[in-house]
């Protein structure tokens, strides 16, 4: 156990990464044209034609961060632009989880997959989630999937990855 | 003359499982008033006080209520799983800055039937999806983006080690916990004392592949408290009490350097492995010399990967040092042979004193049973997510 991974600072401002693109439209959201466009569940998910993720890259070193960072935590730079990250990979590590939060679905598959050479934490999805089929090293590409509407009717778009 | 030494004078630790009767300050003072016997000392000596409770928050003056007000600082600290050890360090600093002679560290927790314990970002899902925090998230990530539960999470650090050196199977980890389980039948203040077969451990409930349940730690009550005291002092005391001192011969902590992937899954390696480089060059020490390990067993998959970071084998030959049998009480370093986390238990902030307190039963010869005979220095290791290692190493007094 634990005190999280993670920050616990909240901010309830958005990286205008994904919402420039959203804008852009996605064919999902043309069958039904009265609904908004849909919402990725995180930023750093750029849905579109070719939904893929983006990070914040360190000028100076390269590291790359999914969240926002207020200097760099390798190197404590201050300067950082979008990059685009390699939407196929290896699966690095996995877990089969069957305890989960209320409201997730289990068995899943989370993995940490090696994209290009950031890595990137995703369930994996379209695969049988048993140690039969899911591998260490096994090669995967990014998918979308929906997480269904909201009270306001809009619809959600998650991702993970899938054997390719 | 006077070295700048510093050493644990008295440490005791409850029994680890359920205390329904008992409240967290109570099982803090059981554990105080059990340090401070041992040493044969009193509340009147001690200069600092640490306190650590994760779950609970600061405790450290409602224990001075309960077993004596005196007057002095209390530090109440948190540092996630390694809050114990983090608590001696506290200690230890301020003897060793020379504030005070005597200094008191204590952790305890009341985890009984706390259930599955999730990485701590997940929140309730919201009717409209409104991006917030850090990732402008739409609803809680646990369980979409891949898992932040600690079983799922200890599952990934083991399974990228199979990755990187192979052959880290599931039995291989199961076979691990075996282990542990074995050991704890001679351990009596431990939660669960049951030897458990390979096919028990791995047809039990699986929680997050390769973890079954009994290879993950077991959540239950329990304290364990340390008076440490200076060389100078320590020279004042009794023949009895100088016998019975233990040597903090390394007293490390430190968190996770920055690289590449941290974000997505904490490195526990690289920060254990600074932490036991840092100790091994403090104490003059090497892995070799060690007669018994006990180390952050919180899941079965994390203890393969630490034989590895504290350098108990060769980079990348883990899964072979195990194999060996050399982890076994009977092996070459035995680990965990309190039976760890896996079956003593991990009341959270107790476990890294309860960790002193076996290495320095075994040192002191007081073991009975369970006893590795002639042990003369020990290594106690605990890791915080987040991430802090706490390590330890003691070493046996020459009086
Ligand atoms: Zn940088």
């Known amino acids: 156990m634990v005190v999280g991974v993670k920050t616990g600072r909240e901010c309830l401002d958005r990286g205008g990464a994904s919402l420039g693109a959203l804008a852009s439209g996605d064919d999902r959201s043309s069958l039904e044209t009265s609904m908004a466009a849909p919402i990725p569940l995180v930023d750093y998910l ?13 000028t100076s070193c390269g590291a790359r961060f999914f969240d926002r960072r207020n200097a760099c935590a390798g190197c404590f730079a201050t300067d950082f632009r979008k990059v685009d990250v390699d939407s196929s ?76 | 003359m006077a070295s700048d030494d510093i050493w644990i004078l008295g440490i005791h630790m409850t029994k680890f499982g359920k205390h329904p009767d008992k409240d967290t300050v109570d099982l803090a003072a059981e554990a105080t008033m059990g340090a401070l ?39 109440n600290v948190a540092n996630a799983c390694a809050t114990g050890a983090t608590a001696v360090r506290v200690a230890y600093m301020a003897v060793k800055a020379g504030e005070c002679d005597m ?30 925090g850090r990732y402008g998230a739409i609803a809680a990530i646990d369980g979409r983006i891949g898992t932040e539960t600690m079983p799922g999470t200890f599952a990934q650090i083991g399974m990228e080690y199979g990755h990187r050196y192979g052959g880290a199977t599931f039995e291989l980890f199961a076979k691990i916990s075996e282990k542990n389980h074995a050991h704890s039948t001679l351990n009596p203040l431990a939660a669960y004392t049951k030897r458990m077969s390979l096919e028990e451990i791995m047809n039990d409930v699986m929680i997050s592949y390769p973890n079954t349940r009994p290879m993950c730690s077991a959540n239950c009550d329990g304290a364990a408290a340390a008076v440490v005291v200076s060389d100078a002092k320590l020279k004042t005391l009794s023949v009895e009490q100088r016998r019975r001192a233990v040597k903090i011969s390394a007293s490390i902590l430190t968190t996770d350097p920055y690289e590449e992937a941290c974000q997505v899954l904490p490195n526990v390696n690289t920060l254990t492995r600074n932490a036991a480089k840092q100790a091994y060059e403090k104490a003059g020490i090497g892995p070799s010399d060690l007669d018994l390990v006990e180390l952050h067993d919180c899941f079965a998959t994390a203890e393969l990967v630490h034989y590895d970071n504290l350098m108990l084998c060769p980079e990348g030959g883990a899964v072979d040092f195990f194999n060996s049998g050399a982890t076994w009480r009977d092996g070459s370093t035995p680990v965990n042979v309190s039976g760890g986390l896996e079956s003593k238990g991990h009341p959270i902030a107790a476990t890294g004193i309860a960790n002193l307190w076996e290495i ?19 290594l106690a290791h605990v890791i915080g997510l987040g991430s802090a290692c706490g390590l330890h190493i003691l070493e046996k007094s020459a009086a």
């Open chain 1, 46 to 58: 750029v849905l579109g034609d070719e939904p893929h993720l983006v990070a914040n890259e360190c």
């Open chain 1, 89 to 164: 990979g290896e699966v690095r590590a996995f877990t089969i989880v069957a305890f989960a939060a209320p409201g997730i679905a289990v068995p899943f598959v989370s993995a940490i997959v090696d994209c290009g050479g950031t890595s990137v934490r995703a369930n994996l999805l379209n695969v049988t989630p048993d140690p039969e089929h899911v591998t260490l090293g096994m090669k995967v590409r990014l998918t979308t999937s929906s997480m269904g509407v909201d009270e306001a009717g809009t619809e959600a778009i998650g991702f993970g990855y899938e054997p390719a």
């Open chain 2, 37 to 75: 016997a041992d040493g044969g000392v009193s509340m009147r000596e001690m200069g600092v006080l640490a306190a650590g409770n994760l779950l609970g928050g600061g405790i450290g003056q409602q224990l001075q209520k309960q077993v004596g007000q005196t007057g002095i600082p209390v530090y």
């Open chain 2, 103 to 132: 200094g008191l560290a204590v952790g305890v927790e009341k985890l009984a039937g706390a259930g599955l314990l999730a990485g701590g970002s997940r929140k309730e899902d919201s009717k409209t999806w409104t991006p917030a």
């Open chain 2, 360 to 378: 320095a039963t075994h040192l002191r010869g007081e073991a009975g049973p369970r006893q590795i005979e002639g042990a003369k220095v020990g």
